[in-house]
């Protein structure tokens, strides 16, 4: 039996390794990825997904001489890795073997709207299952050819991720079977469409969801779950679940800070001008200026985040 003890060990040991992980997909993509053009929409992300993989075995292996490893899960489902104990039999099945496990992700940052979705049930994570979001983007190596650079990676928990997207679909309107009233009448002891996202006009986000709620044009919406979208707060309870969440949990400031670094447009538009100035002024910054000019002065202060998560 695996403790707890052993399985915080491993995702510390995993999250060391980030740092180097990157800087190694960066000098292989450089070297064996050099191509001219650089196409957004070319599947290079997944290419990234499974470098990361690699190489944070590479780290794993030289820094903790095999005492865990990751294993590359065989058949298609949620996870993309598990962190495994070497030489002792793996059953994904069972979990015989398995310390977490990881689902990674990709999205460029040039890119109009990122694909990266995030869409599984927050019953269905384990508190040690792991998110891995790689933000990349086609940087120049020469004056005629681009490779793909991946600028920065989110390693964390994904269950804390999950409640923020959660509680942001909710303050959007949006809502969850729940087994005692299923839209498709199953028998509460039955019903396997509880936890199932529905949008505000009730209709399904996932094809797992009750055959019932089809859309009107779509077999479901696919909007639940990603990973910039779901952070879109183009209301006041949308703006009020997302600076209470980030409050409440270091996971979820973590991620929204993240996102919010690498894709400032969604930052600006979270808070409007007036805030923007009070930031400036808690910041003991310049006050007047656009909205645009604001956050530039006020991301330039290291303790900007730390602003952002007490401000109401």
């Not at 050819?145 to 990676?153: A, W």
Request: charged share 30%; glycine share 6%.
């Amino acid at each position: 039996m695996t403790s707890a003890g052993d399985r915080r060990s491993a995702f510390s040991a995993v999250e060391a390794t980030v740092d180097d992980t990157r800087r190694s997909i960066n000098r292989f993509c450089a070297r064996v990825f050099r191509t001219r053009g650089g196409k957004i929409g070319s599947g290079m992300g997944s290419v990234l997904e499974a470098l990361w993989g690699y190489y944070s075995n590479d780290r794993l292996h030289r820094a903790s001489q095999s005492e865990i490893e990751l294993a590359w899960f065989p058949e298609h489902q949620y996870h993309d890795f598990a962190c495994v104990k070497p030489n002792i039999e793996w059953n994904p099945a069972t979990k015989r073997g398995e310390l977490f496990r990881i689902e990674a992700k990709s999205m460029n940052e040039d890119a109009d709207e990122s694909k990266a979705h995030f869409d599984v049930l927050t019953d269905e994570l384990d508190p040690f299952d792991t998110l891995v979001l790689l933000v990349w983007r086609w940087k120049s190596v020469d004056r005629w050819r681009v490779s793909p650079f991946v600028i920065d990676i989110f390693f964390g928990p994904a269950k804390p991720v999950a409640r923020l997207r959660d509680e942001l679909h909710k303050a959007r309107g949006g809502s969850f079977v729940d087994r005692n009233s299923c839209p498709d009448a199953c028998p509460p002891s039955q019903c396997a469409h509880h936890g199932e996202p529905l949008n505000k006009s009730g209709t399904r986000e996932r094809t797992t969801e009750p055959t019932t709620r089809k859309g009107p044009n779509t077999s479901f919406a696919a909007n639940f779950g990603g990973m910039l979208r779901m952070l879109k707060t183009n209301s006041n309870d949308a703006r009020t679940a997302l600076r209470a969440e980030r409050q409440r949990c270091d996971v979820a400031h973590r991620y929204i800070s993240f996102i919010h670094k690498h894709f400032p447009d969604e930052e600006r538009n979270h808070y409007r001008a007036p805030e923007w100035r009070r930031l400036a002024s808690i910041l003991q910054l310049r006050t007047n200026g656009t909205p645009e000019q604001l956050q530039r002065n006020v991301r330039r202060s290291p303790d900007y985040p730390e602003a952002l998560r007490t401000f109401s």
